[in-house]
């Protein structure tokens, strides 16, 4: 088994949005990073300045390294 790194980022495949579809889902994304903030925020910075380590991520069992399928 392949042994991630501390800080790993996720990928998420988009279809092909227009300006007006990309911006709603921004303003969307922003929501969500508000009240995800607004919900969790101080037990994020609580967790900080403990010194703990965040939860491990587990790996997606699709993912394959190999897999060059990607349009990227």
């Not at 800080?7 to 990309?22: K, Q, T």
Request: charged share 20%; aromatic share 4%.
């Amino acid at each position: 088994m392949k042994k991630l790194p501390a800080n790993c980022v996720a990928l998420v495949a988009l279809p092909a949005l227009n300006a007006r579809e990309a911006e709603a889902l921004i303003d969307l994304l922003g929501q969500l990073q508000g009240a995800l903030w607004d919900t969790y925020g101080d037990a994020i910075a609580h967790q900080a300045d403990d010194g703990q380590q965040p939860a491990p991520v587990a790996p997606s069992p699709t993912a394959d390294d190999n897999d060059d399928s990607s349009a990227f």
